[in-house]
């Protein structure tokens, strides 16, 4: 069963990057290998199947409503972002999106500060290599930041919940970690990222977004939510064989595997009350940073990839070396 894990794990993480086919079908592709992990697993009940329908429901409404409101009310609040850019210094401009979607998203939710980051891109003119790379730095910055509370993302709630702590436990336990390191993506934005100088955009400035488009997307990140969660409980019995004895220092780097999995599920696994604030800390930051790396890493980068066509190998190319390096830094500061 552990090797057929095994295969699983190496197919999710290295055929969205090679075989077209299925990183234009990425949802499609995580839900049957989700399933698939589930049954191998042998934990394919009826509890984890009501989990797996019910999970994906509030993110696939909140992305369709909230969607559908930014559509209705796109004109205006593009006009309002094309003025701000118009009157502040580029550099400054997106490094304070980074900034501020990261700081923001624990208390309007990561779903919620993604599409308003979708909204953004779609008002301003970058070539396609400098709006992927925004994209991805400000993905980074909402999944750090919505971490710090728990309304902000589904790893917070889970950790709180687990270690019966107050509302505020993660702000003071990662909050100094976190917030530095939005900084730094702010910064990093400011440096990285130029205005076009030329006409090739991403494919969403191409066309407007139908109704029909609307659905599908939110059809699409159903399917991804639903086959994340069947990934990670499919994974539960690797998880549970091989990494709740390791140290925090190796689970931090293990918990790579979060670029591809729940990081939620993850966190359900791998925390207890009986762990002192250091080992959480490790294991928690491991996670967040992780998350950015590829698409399928947190909700922000599934439902800005889907909505402004970026591929996995895009988003690769620019979120592996960033996620390494905030990886190594971090990693450092905990020893």
């Known amino acids: 069963m552990i090797i057929v894990l095994l295969i699983i794990l190496a197919l999710v993480l ?83 999106i980074v900034i501020v979607l990261g700081l923001v ?16 891109m779609k008002s301003i003119c970058l070539d396609r290599k400098s709006e992927i790379r925004l994209v991805v730095l400000a993905c980074f910055s909402i999944g750090l930041g919505a971490a710090l509370t728990p309304i902000g ?19 003071r336990l990662i909050g100094i970690e976190v917030i530095s390191a939005i900084l730094f993506l702010g910064i990093l934005a400011a440096v990285l990222i130029h205005p076009s100088q030329h006409h090739e955009f991403l494919h969403s400035k191409r066309k407007r977004d139908t109704y029909e488009t609307f659905i599908l997307q939110s059809i699409k990140i159903y399917l991804f ?27 931090f780097w293990i918990n790579m595997i979060s670029a591809i999995l729940d990081n939620a599920t993850l966190t359900a696994a791998e925390i207890s009350p009986q762990m002192g604030d250091k080992t959480i800390k490790a294991i928690l930051l491991g996670l967040l940073i992780s998350g950015g790396m590829l698409v399928p890493g947190n909700i922000p980068n599934i439902i800005s990839a889907g909505k402004l066509n970026i591929t996995s190998k895009e988003w690769a190319k620019f979120g592996l070396p960033i996620g390494l390096c905030l990886m190594i830094v971090y990693f450092l500061i905990i020893l």
Do not use: C, D
């Open 153 to 171: 993302e589904p790893l917070s709630t889970i950790a709180i919940s687990k270690l019966n702590q107050s509302f505020f436990y993660l702000i």
């Open 105 to 120: 998203s624990s208390m309007i939710t990561a779903i919620i500060a993604a599409l308003i980051l979708v909204v953004i």
């Open 14 to 96: 290295f055929l969205p990057f090679s075989v077209k086919l299925i990183e234009y079908n990425l949802e499609i592709f995580l839900f049957i290998m989700g399933v698939i992990a589930a049954i191998v697993g042998n934990v394919l009940t009826k509890p984890l199947v009501i989990k797996a329908l019910e999970n994906p429901i509030a993110i696939a409404v909140v992305t369709l409503v909230a969607g559908l409101l930014f559509q209705w009310f796109a004109k205006p609040l593009e006009q309002v972002i094309s003025r701000i850019k118009s009157n502040v210094p580029f550099p400054l401009f997106v490094a304070t």
């Open 225 to 251: 939510v639903m086959g994340l969660t069947l990934l990670g409980a499919g994974f539960g019995p690797l998880i549970n064989h091989y990494l709740l004895t390791l140290s925090p220092h190796i689970l």
